[in-house]
């Protein structure tokens, strides 16, 4: 069993940055794809970014492309993602998730989320 624990949400104004970290425990962790989706009030949760196991390809929707960075240091069983020129459609619950690829049914554990706020 896999557990995942995000940190690094909070509050930030637009054009702001912030760096959201995942660490997991309790499993192998190159094994997994790790990915990053959101969820904002009265909305679907939304893929945002992705690393693949061992070649540390990534991946990322058309709304973050370019201004958010996901990567994964095996050393400290941590993913990141780095979020610059936030806008505050970019508020919303933030999860971490873990399993053989990025898309929803491919993934077999979720973080509890963390919380991004950003204000105009």
């Known amino acids: 069993q896999v557990q995942l624990v995000e940190s690094g949400g909070g509050s930030v104004q637009a054009g702001g940055s912030l760096r959201l970290s995942c660490s997991a425990s309790?499993?192998?962790?190159?094994?997994?794809?790790m990915a990053w989706f959101r969820q904002a009030p009265g909305k679907e949760r939304e893929f945002l970014s992705a690393?693949?196991?061992?070649?540390?390809?990534?991946y990322y929707a058309e709304s973050v492309n370019g201004r958010f960075t996901i990567s994964r240091d095996a050393a400290q069983n941590t993913v990141y993602l780095q979020m610059n020129s936030l806008k505050p459609e970019d508020t919303a619950v933030y999860y971490c998730?873990?399993?053989?690829?990025?898309?929803?049914?491919?993934?077999?554990?979720w973080g509890q989320g963390t919380q991004v706020t950003v204000s105009s």
């Open positions: 690393i693949s196991r061992r070649e540390g390809t990534s």
């Open positions: 309790g499993g192998t962790f190159n094994s997994y794809a």
């Open positions: 998730a873990a399993g053989a690829g990025a898309t929803p049914s491919q993934i077999d554990y």
